[in-house]
T-cell receptor, first 115, second 116 residues
């Protein structure tokens, strides 16, 4: 069975400071991993994905994530937070194969950015 | 990435009624996926809809409660039947992007249902 755990339900940062959103996964397979962002009253937007190529993945809006197999982690980072980054972020995994299209999502992390 | 349009974007419904959500994609896709996001919760897959065949439902979801149609390669509907307040959720339509096996999904903006 596959599971995704986001270690923080809420993260609060000041504008201009670094962002770290933590995600751990558990899977019997080598999963594909994703980060999505959901702004209020909006759908989910794909930020970035890891699919067994480079372990450091760059996404949109300055976000990046590093896949660490030894730690089963896929943490999302950004060097400098912007007010527009305030949103909910979801980490997700896909085991591929017969699970194609089925994403297992973490519980979400709400990011608050203070001026 | 695909452009996915959902209708309605939000609705307020009475207990015991049913509501059909429409999902239109701007390109032909083999599979479409319906997810539910309950208030303050993460996303859960309801079912996978293939054109020309019965939808495949995940554990805990049944066809009588969530009937799905998939009449062509660009359109699908999800009906939430005999609604109760527990069905108040965001329902999201999604399609797969990328090469098979990478599995990222693209989502519509969701249909926000409140059941009174």
């Amino acid at each position: 069975a596959q599971s995704v755990t986001q270690l923080d339900s809420h993260v609060s940062v000041s504008e201009g400071t670094p962002v770290l959103l933590r995600c751990n996964y558990s899977s019997s397979y080598s999963p594909s991993l994703f980060w999505y962002v959901q702004h209020p009253n909006k759908g989910l937007q794909l930020l970035l994905k890891y699919t067994s190529a480079a372990t450091l993945v760059k996404g949109i809006n300055g976000f990046e994530a590093e896949f660490k197999k030894s730690e089963t982690s896929f943490h999302l980072t950004k060097p400098s937070a912007h007010m527009s980054d305030a949103a909910e972020y979801f980490c997700a995994a896909n085991a591929g194969g017969t699970s194609y299209g089925k994403l297992t999502f973490g519980q979400g992390t709400i990011l608050t950015v203070h001026p | 990435s695909a452009v996915i349009s959902q209708k309605p974007s939000r609705d307020i419904c009475q207990r015991g009624t049913s509501l059909t959500i429409q999902c239109q994609v701007d390109s032909q896709v083999t599979m479409m996926f319906w997810y539910r996001q309950q208030p303050g919760q993460s996303l859960t897959l309801i079912a996978t809809a293939n054109q020309g065949s019965e939808a495949t439902y995940e554990s805990g979801f049944v066809i009588d409660k969530f009937p799905i149609s998939r009449p062509n390669l660009t359109f699908s509907t999800l009906t939430v039947s005999n609604m109760s307040p527990e069905d108040s959720s965001i329902y999201l339509c999604s399609v797969a992007g990328g090469r098979r096996g990478t599995g990222e999904l693209f989502f519509g903006e969701g249909s926000r249902l409140t059941v009174l």
